[in-house]
């Protein structure tokens, strides 16, 4: 990854509110004292969370383990550490079985880890988002977020899909041994997330009346085109690019068109682990190359006539 590749990343993933100087202060402080005293697993690359790869998630030191996962927090209470590790557990059962992982043994942790983790934060409000799934981990708000649960967040029908959402980040990065944003196109990523979680921040687009009002409403904005995901607004990505993925993604596996299992997007990301990124003109080679073998269409096919292909695969 490039130098403007991680600033863009920074601009994407860092909340708008944080440049506040008041705010910033008590952040700075936080990432440069209270994440010394209380050590936690490094992040894979910056901007994922508040504590980058300067230093470790500032947590209480009291983690929580599951089967699965060690659940890092900032003063959850048990009962929503509980809650919030059934909804992991679950997740990942779910994810696991979907892309055909029945072996451990095809995922690369990172390194010190044997256990994937999560943060969950209480105390804290980032406006653009709610969680982030990367490589051996996510980052996700708690069930007893006050905030987010007066706003209907911590509902089950809506916290269950945004778990089920982060956890194939997660588990792609397994796969990958690696998650390198520009290494897997994001239209794919999120729209395999998207289509397992049944979709998240808007439902799928299953006929030509809701594709139609979302292309008057924000132009053929082309989701094959988009490889990273850095020029759009946040409620482009919500409204519209979410869930023009998960159909993207769909068109590919479902058994009326070109049928390809979720375990095609497995076997895919194992063969490009290990690979670096690799992006000439807007794609990664390695990526098209794999894709291309795998899918039954080709990128350089399926971009540029995307809007005919999903008019008529909704019709």
Known sequence: MNDVQREKLCEISIPPDWGESAFLGVFICCV????????????????????????????????????SFVIYSDGVSLEALR?????????LVLVKSELGVDNDSLFTFPPGQDKLHIYTYKHRFPRDWGGQGFYGGLIIYSPDHEERTQLGRTDPSVYGPLMKHEVPHMVQGLLLGSIHPSLVDEWVSEG????????????????????????????????IAQHIGDDYTVEE????????????VRYLVDP?????????FRDLFLELKGTQPCYVGGVCSEFEIAFNVRMGIN????EPRFFEIIRAYLN
Do not use: K, Q
Request: proline fraction near 10%; include cysteine; hydrophobic fraction near 30%.
């Open 32 to 67: 440069s004292f209270g994440c010394e005293s209380v050590e936690g697993p490094e992040l894979d690359y910056p901007c994922v969370s508040w504590c980058n790869t300067i230093a470790p998630w500032p947590h209480d030191g009291n983690p929580y383990e599951t089967e």
């Open 237 to 248: 990505g919500y409204a519209y690019y979410y869930p023009m993925y998960e159909l993207a």
């Open 256 to 264: 009326a068109t070109l049928n390809n299992p979720l375990t095609t």
């Open 83 to 91: 809650t919030l590790g059934e909804y992991a557990e679950d997740a």
């Open 192 to 223: 395999i997330a998207d289509y397992i979680a049944g979709g998240t921040n808007a439902p799928p687009i299953v006929d030509r009346a809701t594709l139609d009002h979302l292309t008057s409403t924000y132009g053929e904005l082309n989701p």
């Open 299 to 302: 990128l350089a096919d399926y």
